[in-house]
């Protein structure tokens, strides 16, 4: 969630999905330019609200869990948003990795070494002391495996 923080701080107006109440969160929605959640409460919240509720839509960023790819083109065929993937942990307190527009997560390099260990865990090595726990080879608990020799990652999430 730091990353809606930042775009806060950065003048855009963020929501943040938690629906709790939705015609509230539909009413905040109407303003909001930037919206960040989980996929499945982010798709829930779009398919419900009208077509003036998110016109003002510029960026979408789901956490925590994907959005399928039908998913990210209904949100991009109701919305002017861009949809985006941020995968991140608690300990870095930043994103330590973000999809393009084609789907893929690019590691953010200025903020984090990875490693894949022989089981396809993910081991980080966070390198900004400023924004991040010091920790090395931290595993974070998740797979992954490399796409291409681009940096591209799949992440698999294990709650």
Request: hydrophobic share 45%; with cysteine.
């Amino acid at each position: 969630m730091l990353s809606a923080v930042g775009f806060s701080l950065a003048g855009f107006h963020t929501e943040i999905v938690n629906y709790f109440n939705l015609k509230d969160q539909i009413q905040k929605l109407r303003n909001a330019t930037v919206l960040f959640g989980h996929g499945t409460k982010i798709l829930q919240l779009i398919q419900r609200a009208d077509e003036k509720a998110v016109e003002n839509l510029r960026v979408v960023a789901f956490i925590s869990e994907p959005i399928v790819p039908a998913g990210k083109q209904f949100i991009e065929s109701k919305t002017s948003a861009k949809v985006y993937g941020v995968y991140g942990s608690i300990e870095a307190m930043c994103p330590i990795a973000m999809t393009c527009h084609e789907g893929r997560y690019h590691l953010m390099p200025e903020l984090v070494l990875m490693e894949i260990d022989e089981r396809e865990d993910a081991l980080l090595t966070f390198i900004d002391k400023n924004r991040a726990t010091i920790l090395l080879r931290y595993e974070v608990g998740d797979k992954a495996s490399w796409k291409s020799a681009v940096a591209d990652v799949i992440f698999q999430h294990f709650v």
